[in-house]
């Protein structure tokens, strides 16, 4: 079975900084890309930032600047360093594999809070 599992949440002051990461066990048969999202209490799940299987990145915009997304191919790990954090940052964050609109795979989360 497919399974990805995020680690690295925490609680931070304004101004710090979290390494989150999406490890991924099983066998995914795809090139897929690999997704973060957010979702705060009493609000819907919102994208955070991606990357594809060659590397290319995007950022929604309210974390552009401030987050940066990488993988380690040789780990099945994807990485979000996440610097200047806010209040509004706080939120459990998801790691998402996409094969195909119909094929993907979600994790359980990781809480950050930002005070």
């Known amino acids: 079975d497919v399974q990805l599992v995020e680690s690295g949440g925490g609680s931070v002051q304004a101004g710090g900084s979290l390494r989150l990461s999406c490890a991924a066990s099983?066998?995914?048969?795809?090139?897929?890309?690999t997704s973060w999202y957010r979702q705060a209490p009493g609000k819907e799940r919102e994208f955070v930032s991606d990357?594809?299987?060659?590397?290319?990145?995007r950022y929604a915009d309210f974390v552009k600047g401030r987050f940066t997304i990488s993988q380690d191919y040789a780990k099945n790990t994807v990485y979000l360093q996440m610097n200047s954090l806010k209040p509004e940052d706080t939120a459990m964050y998801y790691c998402?594999?996409?094969?195909?609109?119909?094929?993907?795979?979600w994790g359980k989360g990781t809480q950050v809070t930002v005070s």
């Open positions: 099983g066998y995914i048969a795809c090139n897929y890309d």
């Open positions: 998402k594999a996409t094969c195909a609109s119909w094929l993907f795979y």
């Open positions: 990357i594809n299987s060659v590397g290319s990145t």
